[in-house]
């Protein structure tokens, strides 16, 4: 675990920046390249980056402020909930940046669920650069194994040395896998949000299995059964189902022969 990269003027810069910065801007651009595919120009989706990199921070820290208040806020000073080193949660930033495009689309009069699709892929290559980051961090960590790959963080760290899943690394190939398959899948979608949809769909899938391996919850849900993200996984599932079933179902309306 090597949380800090390297240091300029006495100022620390942390691999977790470093890697979410590169994963706004591969996705951005990659997704930039694919927008005239859809009959859009590249510049549409590069306008749409601040507002769905401020939604997903906004997003992102609010529901880690919701979700641990008692064991991080509830005792300390209101101006703690800035202090952006202890946390983010990443449905938050996917709920925040979803606000930011959807005020985006309407602003600019854009067709919003052939934006959806356009960006769809290139969540996935993005949250693969952030997992990473986590990993560099030590945070997100995985359940205690003996497997010939575990990974032991600094006794310092909350595992106190013993060998790990490296659930992060494995949540990033998963994510790398889904990017391939989304971008694949962009050029054989049948109506706008069916990229989307699908992204929705796998990923909570995705999101779920990993969610076994991770060791550094203290609350559960669903009678002990469940982690929150795999909770969160199970809605974000079904919104991806309905929304297919939806925008299918008006496209199939809308190719009707008058």
Not at 45 to 64: C, E, F, K, Q, S
Not at 115 to 141: E, K, N, Q
Not at 158 to 170: A, C, D, F, M, N
Request: aromatic share 16%; proline share 4%.
């Amino acid at each position: 675990m090597h949380s800090i990269a390297f240091e300029i003027f006495g100022f620390q810069v942390y691999w977790y920046g470093i890697l979410a910065a590169a994963g706004f801007v591969t996705a951005f651009s990659t997704a930039s390249r694919r927008a005239p595919l859809a009959g859009l120009h590249g510049e549409t989706v590069i306008n749409l980056a601040p507002w769905i990199i401020i939604g997903a921070v906004l997003g992102a820290r609010t529901l880690y402020v919701i979700s641990y208040w008692n064991k991080e806020f509830a005792d300390q000073p209101l101006t703690h909930i800035f202090n952006m080193r202890s946390g983010l949660v990443y449905y938050g930033g996917l709920i925040g940046a979803s606000l930011g495009t959807i005020i985006y689309c309407r602003k600019n009069k854009l067709p919003l669920w052939r934006v959806a699709d356009i960006i769809a892929p290139s969540i996935a290559l993005g949250h693969a650069f952030g997992r990473v980051g986590c990993f560099m961090t030590g945070c997100c960590y995985g359940t205690a194994t003996d497997v010939p790959w575990a990974v032991h963080f600094p006794l310092t760290h909350e595992t106190r040395g013993i060998g790990v899943h490296p659930v992060q690394l494995y949540e990033s190939a998963l994510n790398l896998g889904l990017y391939a398959f989304l971008a694949w899948a962009f050029r054989r979608r049948a109506f706008d949000g069916q990229t989307f949809a699908l992204y929705l769909v796998f990923y909570s899938f995705i999101r779920a299995f990993t969610e076994m391996f991770r060791g550094d919850y203290t609350q559960f849900y669903l009678g002990g059964r469940a982690t929150p993200g795999q909770t969160v996984s199970i809605i974000i599932m079904a919104a991806g189902l309905i929304l297919w079933w939806k925008l299918q179902s008006a496209g199939k309306t809308q190719t009707k022969p008058a």
